[in-house]
Nanobody, 121 residues
Framework: QVQLEESGGGSVQSGGSLILSCAASGAIGSINTMGWYRQAPGKERELVARVIPGGTTHYGDSVKGRFTISRDNAKKTATLQMDNLKPEDTAIYYC???????????????WGQGTQVNVTS
């Protein structure tokens, strides 16, 4: 059973920082992309950042220059460093991984349960 476990959410004042972590566990053959998405009340889920195995990163326009994603392939983790947070960053943040379970020849998307981030002005 593959699981993605997020940690690090919470409340912070505008201009502050938070670090989110995602750890993949279970029977995993290999992981391709790892990333973070977020969903604010009344809005669609949107890409925050993702990183591919070679280290290339992609960011949503609203977080470029403020957020940094990294991954540790050996530990099967992805970390999102969020700086200069704004009230509009308030959302539930979800970890996503595109991976191949150990007993499958195919890659699939997996999601974590989400972690709440609140930014107050």
């Amino acid at each position: 059973q593959v699981q993605l476990e997020e940690s690090g959410g919470g409340s912070v004042q505008s201009g502050g920082s938070l670090i989110l972590s995602c750890a993949a566990s279970g029977a995993i053959g290999s992981i391709n992309t790892m990333g973070w998405y977020r969903q604010a009340p009344g809005k669609e889920r949107e890409l925050v950042a993702r990183v591919i195995p070679g280290g290339t990163t992609h960011y949503g326009d609203s977080v470029k220059g403020r957020f940094t994603i990294s991954r540790d392939n050996a530990k099967k983790t992805a970390t999102l460093q969020m700086d200069n947070l704004k009230p509009e960053d308030t959302a539930i943040y979800y970890c996503q991984a595109y991976l191949r379970p150990g007993d499958s020849p195919m890659y699939s998307f997996f999601w974590g349960q989400g972690t709440q981030v609140n930014v107050t002005s």
